[in-house]
């Protein structure tokens, strides 16, 4: 049989594109897998709310899923199925199994070794305690879009529950705990309805947004806020987002009350009392809109209470030229430290009571590294703050006690989630392992 040169005009281009393919996938999964191993070895495998669950047995490893996840590089494909390689990262959009050509993604809660704790809701958002209301984070979605659609239609079903009950001089249609995107949402809505209403947090305008590290870039689909209507934000900072934050409360005269923590919520027949630091509030219904980190988690040593010490770090630019204590060894430590560091003529140690940094990302440990090494900062593993004064900081380590000339501290330690609180005002929480 003669050969027919045709064959090779066809077959070697064929053979080019199917060995450049083959190379392209090879390289695609080693970044996957290196992504993952990376969070594997930091301890960083837990996500915090709603993810993708893959079944290999139906993955068809066409990347669909990663495509379509508006954070990018959540999922990636490895050895041809789809993984979820930074699943700290994962905000629950939820779009990854929408795009799923063969429903092999499950969306869930928790994990089988990680409990996720989740507040019984009914349809219209309301708890186990009829009149209290959840919105947001704190219900277990983490992403901006549900949190204002959240927020929207929970005010409307609260509203229509206080327009039922009796209440009386001084007594509030609703009490919304938070100013995140869901409180906003929220607070828009009752104004929209003439409720009467307040609105109260703990801290600042923003939410979780608000503890963001300056320049982060945010990712949401488009909402609807009441009185505004369509907010489109695509990819936007921090600092933009909080910005339009800013302009929604001038346009429509919201008057939050921030700084002022709630601490209580007691039942009065019908009626609620809520209790803050600052006063007491009694109204028909409150909308919680709280983010699920609750309230920072201190240290628990003399001194604290100072005024020099914070929880986060939002602008490493107004310590430029001080002496800093950053406590904590986790992702959120590493980058106040190493940012700091990079202010001028800025002191800066890192406190941590382990031995390494085993749940931080390689990237910032690798980037704290290269700061201790040229001496921006100086580390300090296996110590604890003993005592917190107003120009220095006493620290306990293996060698014995450590004295440091202080100016600021700022302590990152996570946050204390907000189950007990919820227990105590009686809502119904029920702990998710890896299931809706």
């Known amino acids: 049989m003669a050969f027919d040169p045709l064959l090779l005009v066809y077959a ?4 080019a594109i199917w060995l450049g393919w083959t190379w392209y996938q090879r390289q695609r999964s080693r970044a996957a897998l290196e992504v993952l ?9 837990e996500p915090n709310t709603l993810h993708p669950v893959i079944d290999p047995a139906r993955c068809l490893g066409c990347a669909s899923c990663v495509r379509a996840c508006p954070e990018k590089k959540i999922l990636g494909i490895i050895d041809g199925k789809a993984a ?6 994962c905000v629950g959009h939820g779009a990854c199994a929408t795009a799923c050509p063969t429903d092999a993604i499950s969306l869930v809660f928790g994990t089988a070794t990680r409990g996720v704790d989740i507040p019984l809701l009914s349809p219209e958002f309301e708890t186990s305690v009829p009149g209290i209301f959840i919105a947001g984070e704190l219900g277990g979605m983490g992403l901006i879009k549900n949190a204002i659609e959240q927020g929207r239609q929970a005010i409307a079903a609260a509203a229509d529950l206080a327009r039922k009950r009796p209440g009386g001089p001084g007594v509030h249609d609703v009490v919304i705990v938070g100013c995140g995107p869901a409180g906003i949402s929220a607070s828009l809505g009752a104004l929209e309805r003439q409720l009467d209403f307040v609105t109260l947090d703990q801290s600042s305008l923003g939410g979780t947004v608000a503890h963001f590290p300056r320049g982060k870039v945010v990712m949401t689909a488009p909402g609807h806020l009441p009185i505004i209507g369509e907010v489109r ?3 936007i900072s921090k600092e933009r987002l909080l910005e339009f934050w800013d302009s929604v409360i001038a346009r429509t005269g919201l008057k939050p009350r921030f700084e002022e923590q709630v601490t209580a919520i007691e039942r009065q027949d019908s009626l609620f009392e809520v209790v803050t630091g600052k006063g007491r509030y009694r109204t028909k219904t409150v909308l919680l809109a709280i983010g699920r980190r609750g309230t920072p988690r201190p240290l628990g040593v003399p001194g604290e209470e100072s005024s020099k010490v914070l929880y986060r770090l939002i602008d490493p630019e107004q310590f430029a030229g001080r002496r800093v204590l950053v406590v904590g060894g986790g992702d959120s430590a590493l980058e106040a430290a190493a940012q700091l560091a990079d202010q001028p003529n800025t002191d800066v140690s890192l406190s941590y009571r382990g031995t390494a940094f085993g749940r931080a990302r390689a990237k910032n440990r690798d980037r ?6 040229s001496g921006r900062i100086k580390q300090l593993l ?7 004064e107003t120009d220095r900081v006493h620290i306990t380590g293996p060698n014995g006690p450590i004295e440091l000339a202080n100016d600021v501290v ?4 996570g946050g204390l989630l907000p189950t007990q609180f919820l227990r105590d005002i009686g809502i119904e929480v029920e702990t998710k392992f890896g299931n809706l």
């Open 37 to 45: 191993e990376d969070n594997r070895q930091a301890g960083l495998m």
């Open 233 to 235: 934000f695509g990819e």
């Open 368 to 373: 704290v590294n290269q700061l201790v090494s």
């Open 12 to 15: 070697l281009p064929l053979a």
């Open 410 to 413: 700022i302590i990152c330690a």
């Open 84 to 89: 979820l390689i930074e699943p700290t990262m």
């Open 382 to 388: 296996e110590t604890q703050v003993h005592s917190i």
